[in-house]
């Protein structure tokens, strides 16, 4: 038996037009699939299946907790997720994927394998930042951001043009706040030419 094997659904020898299952997705399950987004969690989906004349629909209800890195001080913090997802899945000669949720597979096998589309569904809940509350993150590697974090964009920038100004000028105090750094008024004689 493979690890997955719970996750196969029969759509073929489904004799209901519905057909609910319920998966509860654990730290196993994420180190199985072996992705990078999500490695530890535990995940509720519920799954709805439907026969219509054509094709089979499948409702995923996703709720539960990942673990995902925090981008601010790289330590695993709980994330919330929860989500609503369709995928249509119709019979045909070969496995095909057609469109963002609709599946094409073999009529001869005539059942899918629904885990890792469970775990796309959960990555893709996954807000893009994720952050600790505030206070919450790693303070030794807080203080060490703190160390290098530059207050204004242009601060590096202007220690060097006034260490470098004041060494070339006699009078470099004196006309501080209204004299044009040189740097621009050569860029202006390129603007002025063309």
């Known amino acids: 038996m493979g690890k997955f094997d719970k996750y196969k659904i029969d759509l073929k020898g489904m004799q209901a037009d519905s057909c ?94 629904v885990a890792w589309f469970m775990y796309e569904f959960i990555a893709l809940s996954i807000p893009m930042k994720h952050v600790h509350a505030p206070g919450k993150c790693n303070k030794a590697m807080n203080s060490k951001l703190n160390k290098h974090l530059r207050t204004k964009a242009d601060d590096e920038a202007e220690d060097m043009f006034v260490e470098s100004e004041a060494e070339d000028m006699p009078n470099a105090g004196e006309e501080e706040e209204t004299q044009i750094d040189p740097r621009w008024n050569e860029l202006k004689k390129i603007l002025d030419n063309n």
């Open 20 to 113: 609910k299952y319920e998966f509860v997705l654990d730290n196993l399950f994420f180190a199985n699939i072996d992705a990078p987004e999500v490695q530890k969690g535990k995940v509720n989906v519920t799954l709805l299946v439907k026969k219509t004349s054509r094709a089979f629909e499948l409702n995923f209800q996703t709720d539960g907790m990942v673990w995902v890195p925090c981008d601010r001080c790289l330590d695993d913090m709980e994330q919330l997720i929860s989500s609503t997802d369709k995928l249509m899945v119709k019979f045909g000669h070969e496995y095909a994927e057609e469109g963002d949720n609709l599946i094409v597979i073999p009529e001869e096998e005539g059942e899918i394998n």
